[in-house]
């Protein structure tokens, strides 16, 4: 039986629609509390696939969160390990950290749900499943593209959406795998964050009703053809 383990900021930025995928594909999915468990202890070695999800503390807010010195430990031990890694928003923040980029500000919030434009590689990549199905943008930060990864898409507010290091390694500023029917919990435990932003959640609901069906399809199809070619690559490994 194959082990995936995820790592959490939130109870709600979960893996969403992708753990169902992963179920089918006989995986065992472990969550974990970042803020909580004993990531120095944590083996990230052996499960098949790590995943280091989203949250609404900034990559670099090392001395407001001492978990994160832990955090990006584990990283780049999984990194060392060639093993598969997804990152989602924060977790895709963390990894190009660990991998020697930047994270920083953008001045503005992108929040709401709008497509993304594919690079040339993105084209070539599993991402290119998405389609022109708008996914959902939830952050204010953005990362450059790490040494050694290619760029896979962008947005006109955050030019780097997504990166990939080999086959193994993804990293996405964005959030598909949200499940569109428990979007009200994003409503309500960043209702601090929409007002600051002027964004009414009534739109926001709305955008889900109207693109959700068509995220979820777009996000089976990307990390499927995702896992398809990391599992591939591990196994040739």
Not at 70 to 98: H, K, M, N, T, V
């Amino acid at each position: 039986m194959k082990t995936a383990i995820a790592l959490r900021h939130l109870q709600f930025e979960d893996l969403g629609t992708l753990e169902p995928l992963l179920q089918a594909r006989g995986y065992t999915v472990r969550h974990l509390d970042a803020a909580i468990d004993d990531l120095a202890a944590l083996d990230v070695q052996t499960p098949a696939l790590m995943v280091v999800l989203g949250g609404p503390i900034g990559a670099g807010d090392d001395d407001a969160y001492p978990f994160l010195r832990p955090e990006l430990a584990a990283i780049r031990r999984r990194l060392d390990s060639g093993r598969p890694l997804l990152g989602i928003c924060l977790g895709a923040q963390l990894i190009a950290r660990a991998l020697g980029a930047a994270v920083y500000p953008m001045g503005v919030k992108e929040i709401g749900f709008s497509p993304l434009t594919l690079s040339d590689d993105g084209r070539r990549h599993a991402l290119a499943a998405v389609g022109d199905a708008p996914v959902l943008h939830w952050h204010g930060d953005q990362f450059d593209i790490p040494p050694g990864a290619v760029r896979l898409a962008g947005t006109a507010v955050c030019p780097n959406q997504a990166f990939a290091v080999g086959e193994r390694v993804l990293g996405l500023q964005c959030h598909p795998e949200v499940d569109p029917r428990l979007l009200e919990r994003w409503l309500v435990g960043h209702a601090g964050e929409l007002a600051q932003a002027g964004l009414d959640p009534r739109d926001l609901r709305a955008q889900a009703a109207e693109h959700g069906p068509g995220l979820v399809a777009a996000a089976h199809a990307v990390f499927s053809a995702w896992l398809d070619g990391a599992e591939a690559a591990g196994a040739q490994a």
